[in-house]
């Protein structure tokens, strides 16, 4: 496995590769078992695997976030090697953004306005900034994300749609520990007892993918979540994958979303109907 920490590294490795499938997993490190499994289906799919490690800092809107993310390259690098990681590319921001790390404003509409976006002023700026550079740098025939960030791949393939054409994007599923908690990097800010208390979650999105009315359960799930005094509930609301808007309609809805905090660790989960 090679560690490249430099675009004009990674240049000239890829233009040495222009023959060969590129499959590429773009992170922020603190791997886990969801990644890993990002890093699986890239290589059954691909002849070289491209993992990213960079903590990027134009997609937090609060610096508190960014300077709490976890960070373990050390683990991550046993993990990318474990799962047959060709490249990790490891860059520090300003080398990929050629200087000062800025995001230009996006406006695509209600994927890039509605429920994360809102909560997250500018986030998506970033996301669509640094993968937009990194796809650059890459230059991938194939890239996996994972669904638990499921507006986030809905950007993306907007992204990839009227700048990367060559770039399929190709979206992974939701993983959970055996509790049924989605695996983040940022479970790893909880307590025990907050990794117990955020199951609430995951759980109130099985109950409405059970029930034969959601509009109807959605809003008795969101009752429950405001008054448990160990969630403070963003939004829980349903989607359609595509569109990602507030206006779209129950019948067009694909999958119910949730974020909430949980001991101050903000945590977003959904489900497919």
Not at 73 to 91: H, M, R
Not at 158 to 185: F, Q, V
Request: glycine content about 6%; proline content about 4%.
């Amino acid at each position: 496995m090679k560690i490249i920490q430099s675009t004009l590294e990674l240049s000239q490795w890829r233009n040495e590769r222009e023959n060969q499938l590129i499959g590429f997993v773009p992170t922020m490190g603190a791997l886990h078992e969801g990644h890993a499994s990002l890093l699986k289906i890239a290589r059954a799919e691909s002849d070289l695997v491209v993992l990213s490690i960079l903590i990027n800092p134009t997609q937090f809107g609060d610096p508190s976030d960014l300077q709490n993310y976890p960070q373990a390259l050390g683990e991550d690098l046993k993990i990318a090697q474990s799962n047959g990681v060709d490249v990790v590319f490891a860059p520090k921001p300003e080398d990929l953004y050629g200087g000062t790390p800025k995001a230009d404003k996006i406006d695509w509409g209600s994927v890039t306005s509605d429920f994360e976006a809102e909560f997250r002023p500018g986030h998506f700026d970033g996301v669509v900034a640094v993968v937009d550079r990194l796809f650059s740098a890459v230059k991938p025939h194939m890239a996996f994300f994972g669904e638990k960030d499921l507006q986030q791949v809905a950007v993306i393939k907007k992204l990839s749609k009227d700048r990367h054409t060559k770039t399929r994007i190709i979206s992974c599923p939701l993983i959970r520990n055996k509790d049924g908690l989605a695996l983040s990097s940022r479970n790893s800010r909880l307590s025990d007892e907050g990794k117990r208390s955020a199951l609430i979650l995951s759980q109130s999105l099985s109950r409405i993918k059970l029930a034969a009315k959601p509009q109807a359960q959605i809003a008795k799930e969101r009752k429950m979540l405001n008054d448990n005094i160990d969630v403070e509930l963003e939004y829980l609301e349903g989607v359609n994958e595509v569109s990602y808007s507030k206006m779209d309609s129950p019948e067009s809805w694909t999958h119910v979303i949730v974020a909430a905090e949980v001991e101050g660790v903000r945590l977003i989960d959904n489900i497919r109907l």
